[in-house]
């Protein structure tokens, strides 16, 4: 049942009207087959069938939603409702607004974890599903049907889209700006393109996926070496290889190399979150490997030389303006250390997946707040020294400035904050996105509306 007369596959002769295309026309259609992969029995592989790629499948089925809803978590946690999530606006495909907890404090080091090292980690996995189904790519005629034609721009949308999203998202956390649009704007909407592709995708395949995973027996393939394997028997789908070549790896051994290269992404990413020794281990961390000694040798995501920070605005003549209430205050130095001083230990957790957890010193926003006369404000916006740049400022919601924990940090780890980790004071909220701990502080507006 191998040969290519008897296979049922994508090579059996449809035609005729009932397609939707003139019989004719497809039937010249049919004979004028391109060479290389158009021809079904150029692909060889006898392990190529509807199980593996099931096996393959079932596994983005479970891990892909985690990556879409915490990328979507991201999204939120920026803080669409203050007008200061990218994109900005972006109508129909509005979620709902709702204030980003501070707690547990590792909340957005968890989400954003998740998003970014699982988003890595699931790559060899994607790479093997395209794999296992690239025949497809090269059926012909390349339109049978008007389903068929349906069936195929939404897979173009689902690996178009999924492909986009890995290349984007990797760029992005490997080298800053590099894109001559907004990453922000792209990865949003390339993930909504994939969002729907992906619904469609599980929608027309599920019951193959149950069907291919049912006809075999994960645990006896785990046990079947290269000279145990055989084909899977010919496929209404076209996967099964019509003559297949004898098997240089077994499906156990498929298995184990893309666990393999998971893992091995896995191990090259995971240290930049959890810190410690494995942080060394992590030679995929993009920046902040040389951050300054002692107390503060921790990751730097911009230095203050990157920033354009002039060391004399960080002087003895910077002062803290605090706006917003009846009359403006300035508070310098002196005057903030002189306040009672509060200790967390908090994360900054980045959007390109890195996070660290240090122990922070300072004075509470809400005592700031209540310094200006505004005890229960709305928001506060918060600017730095830094003169340009997209993260020269923070909208922060009001649950984030009363959180006892929020602080305007003078300290870390009991020593002087350095230069490049925002001395003279910064910013930290338990859970907020890294990108809002602003660094160098020059104002706070605290706002009741
Ligand atoms: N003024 C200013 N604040 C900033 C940034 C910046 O570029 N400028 N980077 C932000 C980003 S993206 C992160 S992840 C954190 C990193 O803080 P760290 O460099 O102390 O680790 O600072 C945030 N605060
Ligand atoms: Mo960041």
Same mark, same amino acid.
């Given at each position: 049942?191998?040969?290519?007369?008897?296979?049922?596959?994508?090579?059996?002769?449809? =035609?005729? !009207?009932?397609?939707?295309? !003139?019989?004719?026309? &497809?039937?010249?259609? +049919?004979r004028a087959r391109?060479?290389?992969?158009?021809?079904?029995? /150029?692909?060889?592989?006898?392990?190529?069938?509807?199980?593996?790629?099931?096996?393959?499948?079932?596994?983005?089925?479970?891990?892909?939603?985690?990556?879409?809803?915490?990328?979507?978590?991201?999204?939120?946690?920026?803080?669409?409702?203050? =007008?200061?999530?990218?994109?900005?606006?972006?109508?129909?495909?509005?979620?709902?607004?709702?204030?980003?907890?501070?707690?547990?404090? &590792?909340?957005?080091?968890?989400?954003q974890g998740l998003h970014v090292g699982l988003g890595l980690v699931l790559i060899p996995v994607v790479l093997a599903k395209l794999w296992?189904?690239? !025949?497809?790519?090269?059926?012909?005629?390349?339109?049978?049907?008007? +389903?068929?034609?349906?069936?195929?721009?939404?897979?173009?949308?689902?690996?178009?889209?999924?492909?986009?999203?890995?290349v984007t998202g990797v760029l992005n956390i490997q080298y800053d700006y590099l894109f001559g649009f907004s990453f922000y704007t792209a990865h949003f909407y390339g993930g909504w393109?994939?969002?729907?592709?992906?619904?469609?995708? /599980?929608?027309?395949?599920?019951?193959?996926?149950?069907?291919?995973?049912?006809?075999?027996?994960?645990r006896t393939e785990l046990r079947t070496g290269r000279a145990g394997t055989t084909p899977e028997p010919p496929d209404e789908h076209g996967l099964v290889a019509p003559e297949p070549a004898a098997p240089t790896v077994s499906r156990r051994g498929a298995l184990a190399m893309v666990g393999g290269g998971s893992l091995l992404i896995a191990v090259l990413t995971a240290g930049q979150t959890l810190g410690g020794a494995t942080r060394h281990a992590a030679l995929l961390l993009p920046r902040g490997r040389d951050s300054g000694d002692g107390p503060n040798d921790f990751p730097v995501n911009r230095t203050a030389t990157a920033a354009g920070i002039?060391?004399?605005?960080?002087?003895?003549?910077? *002062?803290?303006?605090?706006?917003?209430?009846?009359?403006?205050?300035?508070?310098?130095?002196?005057?903030?250390?002189?306040?009672?001083?509060?200790s967390a230990e908090l994360p900054i957790a980045c959007v390109e997946g890195w996070s660290t957890t240090q122990v922070w010193t300072g004075v509470p926003l809400r005592e700031l707040a209540r310094l200006a006369?505004?005890?229960?404000?709305?928001?506060?916006? /918060?600017?730095?020294?830094?003169? *340009?740049? +997209?993260?020269?400022? *923070?909208?922060?919601?009001?649950?984030?400035?009363?959180?006892?924990?929020?602080?305007? +940090?003078?300290?870390?780890n009991g020593a002087e904050l350095s230069m490049d980790h925002g001395y003279p004071a910064r910013i930290i909220v338990p859970a907020m996105p890294g990108v809002h701990n602003t660094k160098w502080v020059r104002s706070i507006e605290f706002r009741v509306g």
């Open positions: 049942m191998t040969s290519k007369e008897t296979s049922p596959g994508p090579d059996r002769e449809p =035609g005729g !009207p009932e397609y939707g295309f !003139p019989a004719a026309l &497809w039937r010249r259609l +049919a391109p060479p290389g992969p158009f021809r079904p029995e /150029v692909w060889r592989s006898p392990i190529r069938g509807p199980w593996l790629t099931s096996v393959f499948g079932a596994v983005l089925l479970v891990t892909l939603p985690i990556v879409v809803v915490t990328g979507l978590l991201s999204y939120a946690a920026y803080g669409p409702h203050l =007008g200061q999530a990218i994109p900005a606006d972006v109508g129909w495909l509005r979620l709902p607004y709702f204030d980003w907890p501070t707690r547990p404090s &590792w909340l957005y080091r968890l989400t296992s189904v690239v !025949p497809k790519l090269f059926a012909w005629p390349p339109v049978r049907s008007m +389903a068929q034609v349906l069936e195929r721009v939404s897979l173009l949308l689902l690996v178009g889209g999924l492909l986009f999203e890995i393109v994939f969002i729907g592709a992906f619904v469609v995708h /599980v929608a027309l395949k599920l019951p193959h996926m149950i069907r291919g995973l049912r006809s075999r027996s994960l002039d060391p004399a605005a960080t002087g003895a003549d910077w *002062a803290l303006e605090i706006l917003g209430g009846t009359t403006p205050l300035s508070l310098n130095r002196d005057r903030l250390t002189a306040m009672a001083q509060r006369g505004v005890p229960a404000p709305a928001s506060a916006r /918060v600017l730095s020294l830094e003169s *340009a740049g +997209a993260f020269n400022q *923070a909208l922060l919601q009001g649950n984030q400035v009363l959180d006892p924990d929020s602080l305007l +940090a003078l300290r870390v």
